[in-house]
């Protein structure tokens, strides 16, 4: 080869290695214009704060807009599957919740595949769970509502924000340790639900404590107890179930984000580390905090595997409630 052929090989090199680097899908370039964040319930859902908390930083961040789309229906599950079928250049990404590994868990043949079909980003925030009824109800407690249960199997009615979300899979967690039949009526998201339950139309909810908390200080609900192994800062006189009288239930509400599978790894990461930057500043903690939701972070790879467990734990729970389907 010449001397003239050897330049033009090695030009035409620096060429494919310069488009490679700095082609659409690579970080460096990353966003050229405004990337939608998808949350699968309805605005004033427990999960669209965290994501609207975010989407500020991303923009601030990124210098460009981080537009928040709420897509409710099926428990946030037509949302997961429409990101999931989503191109993945980066361009549109998915606030997962307890929700997708719970859909994963009690789905046989499943419309899309939690672990599959995406590519995890971040694990940003938990929210504990609140069970309140109603005062019509007459419970005090939780083993009241226990015997009341027992007393009409299959006639008292518990909210849920649809079938596989978290609220949902705690009713059946209840059902399962305490020999119970409390049956769930779905809503499309947190606020519908709340109504209802106000309204004493349905007498029991199992919702994210922030959702609820407002509620039982004036008088319209009553707490009975939290959901996770620990008390809730946002309400630390409520017990937990395991206090209330089961023993080794715990059962929380988990945020993340995640790209469609395939998204290329520079923006995974960027994406990640702008977030977990986030989750550190105070500006974001403390707006979370005060309605009862604890910021987490972390890498993607622990983001994956926090995945595969809720997969294996929601699994084993429909398994018991005889719930798959």
């Known amino acids: 080869m010449n001397m003239a052929s050897m330049d033009a090989a090695r030009l035409l090199a620096c060429i494919v290695v310069t488009v490679a680097i700095s082609g659409p899908g690579h970080a460096a370039d990353y966003p050229t214009h405004p990337v939608r964040i998808i949350v699968g319930f309805g605005p004033g859902a427990a999960a669209d704060t965290p994501a609207r908390l975010l989407a500020q930083k991303f923009s601030d961040a990124l210098g460009q807009a981080f537009v928040v789309e709420n897509k409710p229906g099926a428990g946030s599950n037509v949302a997961a599957e429409y990101v999931a079928h989503s191109p993945n250049d980066g361009y549109t ?28 980003i971040v694990r940003v925030a938990s929210v504990p769970n609140m069970l309140v009824v109603n005062p019509s109800l007459g419970v005090a407690d939780l083993k009241e509502l226990i015997a009341l249960a027992k007393a009409k199997p299959g006639q008292i009615f518990f909210a849920s924000s649809g079938v596989g979300t978290v609220t949902h899979f705690a009713g059946e967690l209840i059902n399962v340790m305490a020999g119970i039949k409390l ?30 908390v407002q509620q039982v200080s004036d008088g319209k609900l009553k707490a009975i107890a939290v959901t996770t192994a620990q008390r809730s800062s946002i309400a630390p006189g409520v017990p937990t179930m395991a206090e209330a009288g089961l023993p080794g239930y ?12 395939g998204t290329p790894t520079p923006i995974i990461d ?56």
């Open 250 to 261: 715990d059962l929380g509400l988990w945020f993340g984000l995640v790209a469609p599978a």
């Open 93 to 120: 990404i998915f606030l997962a919740t307890t929700a997708q590994t719970n859909y994963a868990g009690m789905t046989i043949n499943p419309s899309y595949d939690v672990v599959k079909d995406f590519a995890p």
């Open 270 to 325: 960027q994406l990640a580390r702008v977030a977990n930057d986030a989750l550190k500043t105070s500006d974001l903690i403390e707006p979370l905090r005060k309605v009862g939701i604890d910021t987490i972070g972390g890498t993607p790879g622990e983001f994956a595997r926090y995945i595969d467990a809720e997969v294996k734990r929601a699994t084993e729970l429909a398994t018991a409630a005889n719930i798959r389907q």
């Open 183 to 212: 049956v769930q009526v779905t809503y499309p998201g947190s606020a519908q639900a709340l109504t209802d339950v106000v309204s004493g139309r349905i007498p029991l909810w199992i919702a994210p404590a922030s959702a609820v």
